[in-house]
């Protein structure tokens, strides 16, 4: 079992930048792939992004390639999420989650075994 917390969330203007936080307990990331989404009130939970932590592969969905990064921490068995450029349709409550399935790929919410809580990001026009 996995549980995964997230931080980092917060308000923001537009055009800031904000770094989301995922870290794990119970057991290391290894073995998985670990993934952002966000939700938007009213709105289904979309894939943003997906790293692999064996050789740290990375996958982004297109509407946020080259504003947002994903990146991991093997010594603190932890992934973030740089957001640049941020916007205010990028206001969501975000999540992390965990497929065991390190190297299939998913953007698909149910193929994704563990989540954390979620963080509220807010950006202010």
């Known amino acids: 079992q996995v549980q995964l917390v997230e931080s980092g969330g917060g308000l923001v203007q537009a055009g800031g930048s904000l770094r989301l936080s995922c870290a794990a307990s119970?057991?290391?990331?290894?073995?998985?792939?670990v993934g952002w989404f966000r939700q938007a009130p009213g709105k289904e939970r979309v894939f943003l992004a997906r790293?692999?932590?064996?050789?740290?592969?990375?996958r982004y969905a297109d509407s946020v390639k080259g504003r947002f990064t994903i990146s991991r921490d093997n010594a603190k068995n932890s992934v973030y999420l740089q957001m640049n450029s941020l916007k205010p349709e990028d206001t969501a409550v975000y999540y992390c989650?965990?497929?065991?399935?390190?190297?299939?790929?998913?953007?698909?919410?149910?193929?994704?075994?563990?989540w954390g809580q979620g963080t509220q990001v807010t950006v202010s026009a």
């Open positions: 989650a965990a497929d065991r399935r390190e190297f299939g790929g998913s953007s698909w919410y149910g193929a994704y075994d563990y």
């Open positions: 119970g057991r290391t990331f290894s073995g998985y792939a």
């Open positions: 790293i692999t932590w064996s050789f740290g592969i990375t």
